[in-house]
Structures are given as C-alpha cells and as structure tokens.
C-alpha cells in the first residue's frame, strides 16, 4: 500500500467532476487500500478519488474511533435525504480549517461496493454527513463553498500563508489534531 498525495484548497483538480468508475480490477482494489491507508494516516474519517488527484467516483469512510468500520462507495447516488443537521465539518483539502455547514441528517444511498456489487443502505447521523461532503467532492464541490465569500477568501489566504511557512521550514513530526476532519 502507498500514501497518496492529498490536494489542498484552492487547488484547482478539486473542482475535477469525477467519472463513473466501470472497472473493478487489481489495480482499483489498490486504489481503494492506498485511498484508506492515506484517510487514516492523515487522519481523517472519509476521502474522495479526487482528492487524491484521481477523478473517478470512488469514496472510503470510517467514521470509528478503532478504524474497523469500512464504508466503500464506488458511483454513489443519493436516492433520498431527510431531516436537519448542522455539523462542524472540516476536509483534509482545507486543512486546520473547520465550519458548520448545514445537511440532510438521513440519506438512502445508491452505490457499487469495491467490487462492483450494487447495494442500498440507509444512513445516519454523521456517517450520512460524511457521504454527502464526499460526494460533493466528487461532483467538484468543497465544504467552504457553503460558506460567504468572505469566510472563503479568508481561509485561502490563511492556507497559503500556512503552505509559505511550511515550506521554508525544516520539516517536523506533525502534531495530532484536536479535531479529525472529514
């Protein structure tokens, strides 16, 4: 398994809509391992294909603290939403930045699992959140583009300045994070 590189907001290849994925070979399995090796060691609890830079419509989430829980969803269609939730969203693409962002608290899904098997399922609570950023990224779309203006052009500059520093410092151990993006 190999560590893939994240991009980072404003980053272009975000706004990539990605394609259906329609082959389910050895070379996708590794694609989906590498994509949960790189979610954990991030550390984050769901990435899309393009935020690795590979725009096929492939999403890995696992919202448990002991990353046992894998969720796969290859071409994932939502069928349904209800209910309010206003969650504290964060994203592996605009690091260090969190906001609440307001989405559907249920959602029945449609997807294809690593294999290319189909199957629906019902979900909730933060696992239905997750599936909806990521699926945002799929279709080019990032958490900050539910906030103003304002609050965008502010986090772009400060994630510029934060990338200048980074790269005029000798490199260190990355702290661990108060709170795990999405």
Do not use: W
């Amino acid at each position: 398994m190999a560590l893939l590189t994240i991009l980072e907001y404003p980053d272009p290849r975000l706004r990539t809509r990605a394609e259906p994925v329609t082959v389910f070979d050895e070379a996708f399995g590794r694609l989906v391992d590498d994509m949960f090796e790189t979610m954990y060691a991030a550390p984050g609890i769901g990435l899309a294909a393009t935020q690795v830079n590979v725009h096929q419509r492939l999403i890995v989430i696992d919202i448990s603290e002991e990353r046992n829980e894998r969720h796969v969803f290859v071409n994932p269609e939502i069928l349904g939403k209800s209910g309010t939730a206003v969650t504290e969203e964060g994203c592996l693409s605009v690091p260090g930045i969190f906001d609440e962002v307001q989405r559907a608290s249920r959602v029945r899904v449609r997807a294809r699992d690593r294999h290319g098997i189909e199957f629906e399922q019902d979900l909730e609570g933060i696992l239905a959140v997750c599936l909806q950023h990521e699926i945002d990224h799929l279709d080019g779309k990032l958490f900050v583009d539910y906030l103003s203006d304002l609050k965008r052009e502010r986090i772009r500059k400060k994630l510029d300045k934060d990338r200048k520093a980074r790269a005029a410092a000798p490199a260190a151990p990355a702290p661990l994070p108060a709170r795990v993006p999405l």
